[in-house]
């Protein structure tokens, strides 16, 4: 959205995310150091390599924040104090900064120093309680998601909070520190579940790929494969009802309502079930579609690229990267008509420390050669 981002990295060794596989092949089919879970996220940012452990690396630190907006740091709660970069340290040179500290529990409380990563918040939110196959069926029991969505929900959500502190700062000229923990995001994320439990007291039971607020909802059986059909309203239930050739199912008292529905979905499930398996997935979901009736069939990744609607959106893009050529990503879903996106391959470790060092704070050669020379940068 245009800002300048400086990532900060571990001197010789960098994000431990680029350690990660699966990695790049090279045209040989030969695996190179550039692993894939690092490229996804990394975009657009300048790699710095600083090690902050040391004095001048400290000092190299305090002088890039005192010169910028934000500062985000994920790291365990107290450890940026013992080099001179927590917030209260950075205020001291930037009153205006607005400093986001993301980490798993918060700053404050009896887990606040636990280190945990997207499944754990999964587990400790009661999620993956409410996912899986439900209990008296092969299968049965808890299930998290392979996604790791508590962890992209959280950088969303410190997005926004920083845009807000922005905002703020736009207004009257004050900086302020923000508290991001993903168990905070994966507790919100429970939304109606969570809000449910609150006010009534019941625990939701996992319904599998139902819905525990609509019926018909769930994923049929097809000659190839699986489509997912949600139904909202009464109006799709009678549209989905007269294209499956079963208008007699608008009559019958057990589906008289969604209430109804939802008390009966088991049995309904299976009456749809025995009539999409009939049908190829995608032929069903754009006849359904077509008539209003909300569903799409159930894709494997390749398939999902494939997908005509996300050829139109051109969601796989492609960015200029000065090893691999032209290297294939995901789209951001950020769309601005006036402000448009551009896009930058992620860097290679420690590629922009010498450039903004020097375009930065002014070094001049011989300081960075210095630098390199007690492995500061």
Known sequence: MGATVYKIEKYGVGDELRHSPPFLHDDAGRATPDSIPFLTVNRGKYSLTIDFTKPQGQALLQKLAARC?????NFKVGDLQRYGLDYDSIRALNPGIVYCSVTGYGQEGPSAAQPGYD????????????????????????????????????????TSAVLGALYHRQATGEGQYLDIALLDVALAATVYVGQKYLSSGQLPTRVGNGSLLFAPSNCYRCLDGHILIQIGNDLQWARL???LGQEAWLSE???????????????????????????????????????????????????????????????????????????PMIRSPLRFSETPLTYRAPPSLGADTSAVLRDELGLDEGVLAGLRDIQVI
């Open 69 to 73: 907006d934000v500062l985000v740091e």
């Open 119 to 158: 499944p754990v918040f999964q587990a400790i939110s009661g999620i993956m309680s409410t996912c899986g196959i439900p209990d008296g069926q092969p299968g049965a029991g808890p299930m998290r998601a392979m996604m790791p969505f508590v962890d992209v929900m959280t950088g969303m959500v410190a």
């Open 241 to 243: 009802c007269k294209f």
């Open 253 to 327: 008292a057990a589906f008289a309502t969604n209430g109804d529905r939802v008390k009966n979905a088991a049995q309904l499930d299976q009456r749809i079930s025995a009539i999409t398996a009939q049908w190829k997935k995608q032929a069903l979901a754009d006849g359904l579609g077509a008539i209003g009736v909300p569903c799409g069939p159930v894709n494997d990744i390749a398939q999902a690229f494939d997908h005509p609607q996300v050829k139109h959106r051109q969601l796989r893009m492609e960015v200029a990267h000065p090893v691999y050529g032209k290297l």
